[in-house]
């Protein structure tokens, strides 16, 4: 089981942490991936974090977001800098297939 947290309102050029918490022991072994949703849209892949740390990130996001391990041994941080009004929504972890109820991000004035 995985959930989500961090997320709430946040204005244009501040930042936000997200995280994602597993539950399974091994959740540290494996990588996290990160994904967004807008309403009536299809949802978009944009990061994944690799358990040494490093990660891969979507265009949308290259230099803004970092997906570093967080202090907790299961948990996954998503660093979220420099926040665009694009960047509007909800934000979901998936490992092996298994998905976050996701956590809300909200960008405004």
């Known amino acids: 089981q995985l959930v989500e947290s961090g997320g709430g309102l946040v204005q244009p050029g501040g930042s936000l942490r997200l995280s994602c918490t597993g539950s399974?022991?091994?959740?540290?072994?494996?990588?996290v991936h990160w994904y967004r949703q807008l309403p009536g849209r299809e949802r978009e892949w944009i990061a994944y974090?690799?358990?040494?740390?490093?990660?891969t990130y979507a265009n949308s996001v290259k230099g803004r977001f970092a997906g570093p391990r967080g202090a907790a041994r299961n948990t996954v941080a998503l660093q979220m800098d420099n926040v665009k009004l694009e960047d509007a929504a909800v934000y979901y972890c998936?490992?092996?297939?298994?998905w976050g109820q996701g956590t809300q991000v909200t960008v405004s004035v």
């Open positions: 998936e490992q092996g297939k298994n």
């Open positions: 399974t022991s091994d959740f540290s072994r494996y990588s």
């Open positions: 974090s690799n358990p040494d740390g490093t990660g």
